[in-house]
């Protein structure tokens, strides 16, 4: 059974970045379309980009577009969210998930293995 952690989040100022990985054990990410989420207080969580398993095709939500870089390192079984640039709106606790089907869109209810998820905080 596919298990995921993620790890990599803390507290970093306006205009830093933070490397956020996702380790997989039990499977081979390989098998999924993997997608990082992310929940701010009080708001609903939402997607923010998605590795696809087939070709590594790749999607951002606007938010994020020119920020973030998603990529997978199939030999450490991991998959890693570069966020530069970040904002105080960046702020939340980060999520990766896995996906067996084929997805166009961060339809959340496609992906159904979650990591416990890693809180980013950034505040100056």
Do not use: H
Request: aromatic content about 10%.
């Amino acid at each position: 059974q596919l298990q995921l952690v993620e790890s990599g989040g803390g507290l970093v100022q306006p205009g830093g970045s933070l490397r956020l990985s996702c380790a997989a054990s039990g499977d081979t990410l390989n098998n999924y379309n993997i997608g990082w989420f992310r929940q701010a207080p009080g708001k609903e969580r939402e997607g923010v980009s998605y590795i696809n398993n087939i070709d590594s095709t790749t999607y951002y939500a606007d938010s994020v577009k020119g920020r973030f870089t998603i990529s997978r390192d199939s030999a450490k079984n991991t998959v890693y969210l570069q966020m530069n640039s970040l904002k105080p709106e960046d702020t939340g606790v980060y999520y990766c998930a896995a996906s067996p089907f084929t997805i166009t869109t961060m339809d959340i209810s496609l992906f159904g293995s979650w990591g416990q998820g890693t809180q980013v905080t950034v505040s100056s």
